[in-house]
């Protein structure tokens, strides 16, 4: 493939998911942003969704040609453009075009950019106006949002398709799954051909999950509205004290389009957290936490307490203050600063009672914060000036990850959304965490979650079983309510264009085994 796309080939990757495409295509995007560091807007990053998007760093292919979703005149979209200067700068200057989730791509849309592409840019013979293309996803996945519930037409259906698609690439290791049980039980969900076998496999996972860390499962859910009940419901049941985290916005758009904007945003205008809340977190920090970590709230404290929570390694002559020993985390080095992650404080240790920082330095309360921790990195935080003025209660919060666990404070960060021509429209500065013991399928797509439950009961669409079904880390991680074979079909034009897919690639290494 890496030929391929040297060679300027337009290529589609794919492959089930857990595959590696979101990890290889961070790879694609930092070796060709290495490549045309002299020139970076020559590559232009987009996916269909925005939260898609905010994940490898791009935008939604909407903004980045400047379209009006469902406006299909293509007169009108090349004057529209030519109005939006910086959209029409990327339409002429672009040589590589990135395309994440392509499964949610409407054909239409696609035949739309391909027009778009040949008229707004330098005559050629090649299609897309020459663009190359780098495309992945899985059709398997979410479809593209219809109207009305209307039928799909996906991208590989559209004309432009063929022509534009030189190459297609098919990836086969799952990785995010480690049981090749569980795998194959996938595959078969994909191939709509359910065994026996798997039925009864499937209906065996409608036990109920027990951990004894306080984590539950997370319930995803088709409809936001169930998502928000289930999360409320949780919230009141515990007893502790509401900590309300008050996003403070801005930004430049109409009171009204920015309230919408704001109102879109996945972090929330008003956050409620209370101690032992189960929290998502929002953002991508490194590999071990990202955006779909899921964790629980320990306690409020301050960054200066926090910071001082900071040993690398744990300094001999500086042992918590008191006769408790620290409890043992996966990870005892502090955390390396990364330049995404400038809002976290990141391997907190806690004393044996699980959830208070340790003050390794002269730090005791939150009054004396202005004193420097003289043996605690303070991992991703902010300058200390900052952190003296900062004395606003932050969630600590205990992450599962891959490797363990993880205790780190967590902070406000920044969302923006900008408009075409790089405008700031709305700003939001908010904690980057939301209850997490229910989520939406929606919203689960590209993540990797420890520990699932769904009901299939709910499901209405075709994908949002798989997606759902496959965000698993593991069988012991996911509880499965009301199998029903009918409800995790693929759609039948999916099936179809794979099964040719995979014919014509066997053919090919068949003949390719024979020359
Ligand atoms: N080559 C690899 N070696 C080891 N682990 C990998 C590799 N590729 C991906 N992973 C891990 O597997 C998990 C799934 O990867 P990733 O999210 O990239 O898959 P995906 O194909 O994009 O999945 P989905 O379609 O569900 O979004 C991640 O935890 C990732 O770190």
């Known amino acids: 493939?890496?030929?391929?796309?040297?060679?300027?080939?337009?290529?589609?990757?794919?492959?089930?998911?857990?595959?590696?495409?979101?990890?290889?295509?961070?790879?694609?995007?930092?070796?060709?942003?290495?490549?045309?560091?002299?020139?970076?807007?020559?590559?232009?990053?987009?996916?269909?969704?925005?939260?898609?998007?905010?994940?490898?760093?791009?935008?939604?292919?909407?903004?980045?040609?400047?379209?009006?979703?469902?406006?299909?005149?293509?007169?009108?979209?090349?004057?529209?453009?030519?109005?939006?200067?910086?959209?029409?700068?990327?339409?002429?200057?672009?040589?590589?075009?990135?395309?994440?989730?392509?499964?949610?791509?409407?054909?239409?849309?696609?035949?739309?950019?391909?027009?778009?592409?040949?008229?707004?840019?330098?005559?050629?013979?090649?299609?897309?106006?020459?663009?190359?293309?780098?495309?992945?996803?899985?059709?398997?996945?979410?479809?593209?949002?219809?109207?009305?519930?209307?039928?799909?037409?996906?991208?590989?259906?559209?004309?432009?398709w063929a022509k534009c698609i030189d190459h297609i690439v098919i990836l086969k290791e799952v990785f995010r799954q480690k049981d090749s049980h569980f795998v194959d039980l996938l595959n078969e969900m994909r191939k709509g051909t359910i065994s026996q076998q798997a039925r009864e496999t499937f209906k065996s996972l409608s036990r109920p999950l027990t951990f004894n860390d306080g984590l539950l499962p997370t319930e995803l859910f088709p409809l936001r509205t169930e998502v928000e009940k289930s999360n409320a419901s949780r919230l009141k049941s515990l007893t502790g004290t509401s900590h309300f985290f008050v996003a403070r916005d801005s930004g430049s758009a109409p009171e009204?389009?920015?309230?919408?904007?704001?109102?879109?945003?996945?972090?929330?205008?008003?956050?409620?957290?209370?101690?032992?809340?189960?929290?998502?977190?929002?953002?991508?920090?490194?590999?071990?936490?990202?955006?779909?970590s899921v964790g629980r709230v320990l306690g409020f404290y301050t960054m200066a307490l926090a910071s001082a929570s900071v040993s690398t390694p744990v300094p001999s002559s500086a042992g918590p203050?008191?006769?408790?020993?620290?409890?043992?985390?996966?990870?005892?080095?502090?955390?390396?600063?990364?330049?995404?992650?400038?809002?976290?404080?990141?391997?907190?240790?806690?004393?044996?009672?699980?959830?208070?920082?340790?003050?390794?330095?002269?730090?005791?309360?939150?009054?004396?914060?202005?004193?420097?921790?003289?043996?605690?990195?303070?991992?991703?935080?902010?300058?200390?000036?900052?952190?003296?003025?900062?004395?606003?209660?932050?969630?600590?919060?205990?992450?599962?990850?891959?490797?363990?666990?993880?205790?780190?404070?967590?902070?406000?960060?920044e969302f923006r959304v900008e408009d075409n021509e790089g405008k700031l429209l709305a700003r939001r500065v908010q904690v980057p965490l939301v209850l997490a013991w229910a989520m939406s399928i929606h919203k689960s797509q590209g993540q990797t979650i420890q520990r699932v439950k769904i009901d299939l009961g709910r499901v209405f669409e075709k994908g949002q079983s798989y997606v759902a079904l496959s965000r698993a880390a593991s069988l012991d991680g996911l509880q499965l309510l009301r199998f029903d074979p009918t409800k995790v079909a693929a759609h039948p034009k999916?099936?179809?264009?794979?099964?040719?897919?995979?014919?014509?690639?066997?053919a090919e290494a068949a003949g390719t085994a024979g020359q």
């Open 1 to 160: 493939m890496v030929l391929e796309i040297e060679e300027e080939k337009s290529v589609f990757f794919t492959g089930s998911a857990g595959t590696g495409k979101s990890l290889l295509l961070r790879a694609i995007i930092n070796a060709l942003h290495k490549k045309h560091a002299k020139k970076p807007d020559v590559i232009s990053v987009t996916a269909s969704t925005g939260m898609a998007a905010s994940n490898i760093g791009g935008m939604t292919i909407h903004s980045w040609g400047a379209i009006t979703p469902g406006m299909h005149n293509i007169e009108k979209l090349i004057s529209y453009v030519k109005t939006c200067r910086p959209a029409h700068q990327r339409w002429k200057n672009t040589k590589v075009l990135i395309i994440d989730e392509i499964s949610m791509v409407d054909g239409k849309l696609f035949d739309t950019l391909a027009t778009l592409a040949d008229r707004l840019r330098k005559k050629t013979d090649k299609p897309f106006g020459g663009i190359q293309l780098l495309v992945t996803g899985d059709f398997f996945q979410l479809p593209p949002v219809t109207q009305a519930r209307q039928e799909p037409i996906f991208a590989f259906e559209s004309a432009a």
């Open 256 to 292: 009204d389009k920015k309230r919408r904007l704001l109102e879109n945003m996945v972090a929330q205008g008003k956050l409620e957290l209370k101690k032992d809340a189960q929290v998502m977190l929002i953002k991508n920090m490194d590999e071990n936490l990202v955006n779909g």
């Open 321 to 413: 203050s008191s006769s408790s020993k620290p409890k043992s985390t996966s990870q005892e080095t502090a955390a390396t600063s990364s330049s995404k992650a400038t809002t976290a404080i990141r391997n907190v240790q806690v004393l044996e009672d699980g959830h208070t920082p340790i003050e390794f330095s002269s730090i005791t309360s939150p009054e004396k914060e202005n004193a420097s921790p003289s043996n605690g990195t303070p991992g991703n935080a902010k300058p200390r000036s900052k952190a003296a003025k900062d004395d606003e209660l932050y969630p600590l919060v205990e992450f599962l990850t891959p490797q363990g666990k993880e205790i780190v404070l967590i902070m406000r960060d």
């Open 494 to 506: 999916v099936i179809k264009w794979c099964r040719e897919l995979e014919a014509k690639e066997a």
